[in-house]
């Protein structure tokens, strides 16, 4: 870079490009005789990877120097042994190795692949959150099941197991139009 | 909420798997974790603390189900153990103590751990396949519990769990499926990776890849977080449905070919369980399972389904010892026990081949 007073912040990590928070820290890096200057917000997990050396969201394998000694300021709780495997201690331990906690469920398969190389702005957790009320599942999801395993079974050529089925798809159809009509029994 | 002085009352939990009649579900668990807002998870959490979580959630309890608590601390081991049997828990509560805490509803359906590992554990067994009215029992205990608490949450990672792997929903859903036709007939590999589904895994009882103790393959979510609880449901409705169709297939083909190697194995199961003088717990679980298939080809009668699927949680340590007069028995002496109990309950049993 050859500009030694920029006009405005330099251009955010790459990584960061989805990153709407303000700017307010400006990273410069000498390498031999290359200035290198990028533009972070406060909590940016890349700053955190240069400084301590940790992996950010989404590489394939954590790369991880030494961490630093870095640990949860609420409980105490040191990114050493949550990596040992042991137990987070408190809802603060999520904020502070929240990168660290990402890409290990990523690379250990525990988050589905549609969140692989997904954007910082893809919702992750979409389940239920507090005061949301409850929802009845909706009894169709047992049809479809029993529509795939259908399918599977004249794959197989299995047409008495084939026809059982059809049986119980018949029954819980019927079950349910019936209780669209009356109110449902209690159990 | 009560608090009994005679923590005995364990021994006395209602049955709900006492009628299980199919073949193949066996039962299924589910499990909500939530820890609450403002208190460290409970491996950071003073004794003193733990026990306030306690007061706390006992306060909210909704009135129906009633509740009742046990202490760790005044709970045996036996009665510990007996519990983690009778909720088929995966992990151990033996070392629950001080600070720990179980509250269990009048139907013994439901298992509230209280700081085992999360401040809350709702955990639920069920027998007939229906996981989603046990799911949605379970959110409404959750429910009311939360009128009053507050859970730790985060937007990120959901409702927040001792292990990240939990985090999200919080839910995990396992079916115990017996699976004796694909396993003895060899094609449990071949099914499984054809069904190959990445939201769902499948383990063993004792977690031995290679050995399916009582012939049970767990299915459970694979994913607590990227995923809402209707998708967690509906994946495993899908694999366990087409599980069970491949299973209900492999025993109707074992039967017509009068498969002389799954024959002799029941004949043997037979033999073992009416004529050994020890038994031990894993080797009945897997014996049980193939005299529920022989009853079912029609090469044994003299029994029920329901009588042997009781048999499956009975001939387990801590039910056996319960239902001896003397509780305390050696440890060598147990396996001899076990089998006078199976002796006992397979009195009328014929095998017909």
Not at chain 2, 182 to 198: K, Y
Not at chain 2, 218 to 246: D, H, P
Request: net charge negative.
């Amino acid at each position: 870079m050859n500009e030694k007073h920029p006009s405005k912040f330099p251009e955010r990590p790459l990584d960061c490009l989805e990153c709407k928070k303000p700017i307010v820290v400006v990273y410069t890096e000498i390498v031999g005789g290359v200035v290198n200057e990028v533009s972070m917000c406060a909590d940016c997990p890349e700053l955190r990877r240069r400084l301590y050396g940790g992996g950010g969201v989404g590489d394939e394998m954590m790369v991880v120097g030494s961490s630093g000694g870095v640990a949860c300021g609420n409980c105490g709780t040191t990114l050493g042994a949550v990596r040992m495997g042991a137990r987070l201690g408190c809802s603060v331990c999520y904020e502070v190795f929240a990168d660290f906690l990402m890409g290990e469920l990523l690379s250990s398969g525990r988050l589905p692949e549609r969140l692989k190389g997904a954007k910082k702005s893809t919702p992750i957790h979409i389940g239920r959150s507090p005061g949301e009320v409850q929802q009845e599942i909706n009894p169709a999801l047992r049809l479809l099941a029993l529509n795939d395993a259908l399918s599977e079974t004249l794959k197989r050529e299995d047409y008495e197991q084939a026809a059982q089925l059809r049986d119980q798809i018949r029954a819980l159809t019927e079950e349910t139009e019936t209780k669209g009509e009356q109110p449902p029994k209690s159990k | 909420m009560s608090n009994p002085q005679n923590p005995s009352k364990i021994f006395e939990l209602a049955h709900p798997w006492a009628h299980n009649t199919n073949p193949i579900w066996l039962a299924s668990t589910l499990s909500l974790k939530r820890n609450l807002d403002k208190f460290n998870f409970p491996a950071k959490l003073p004794v003193e603390r733990r026990k306030q979580v306690i007061s706390l959630v006992g306060r909210d309890l909704p009135k129906k189900p009633a509740f009742t608590l046990f202490k760790g601390e005044e709970l045996s081991p036996l009665e510990k153990e007996f519990l983690a049997e009778h909720f088929l828990l995966q992990e151990s509560i033996q070392q629950a103590h001080q600070g720990e805490a179980f509250l269990i509803d009048g139907t013994g359906e439901t298992l509230i751990g209280l700081n085992i590992q999360d401040h809350l554990g709702l955990h639920l067994i069920e027998i007939h396949g229906e996981i989603e009215s046990a799911w949605s029992k379970l959110a409404k205990i959750e429910g009311a519990l939360s009128q009053n608490l507050s859970y730790a949450y985060n937007p990120a990672f959901g409702y927040l769990t001792s292990d990240a792997t939990e985090a999200g929903t919080g839910l995990q859903v396992t079916a115990f499926l017996q699976l004796p036709a694909l396993l003895h007939g060899g094609s449990l590999g071949e099914i499984l990776s054809r069904l190959a589904d990445d939201s769902i895994q499948t383990r063993s009882l004792m977690g031995d890849p290679d050995t399916f103790a009582g012939d049970l393959v767990l299915v459970s979510n694979r994913y607590a977080l990227g995923v809402n609880e209707e998708n967690i449901l509906s994946s495993l409705r899908g694999f366990v449905t087409k599980l069970q169709a491949e299973e209900v297939s492999a025993r109707k083909q074992l039967k017509s070919a009068d498969n002389p190697h799954v024959k002799d194995q029941v004949a043997r199961a037979f033999g073992i369980m009416v004529h050994s003088y020890q038994l031990e717990a894993v080797e009945v679980l897997t014996e049980i399972s193939l005299l529920k298939l022989g009853l079912e080809l029609g090469w044994l009668k003299g029994l029920s389904a329901d009588d042997l699927n009781l048999l499956f949680f009975n001939s387990r340590r801590a039910h056996l010892l319960q239902n001896q007069e003397e509780k305390k028995l050696n440890q060598e002496e147990i396996p001899h026990k076990r089998a006078e109990f199976i002796h006992s309950k397979l009195k009328n049993i014929e095998l017909l081949i």
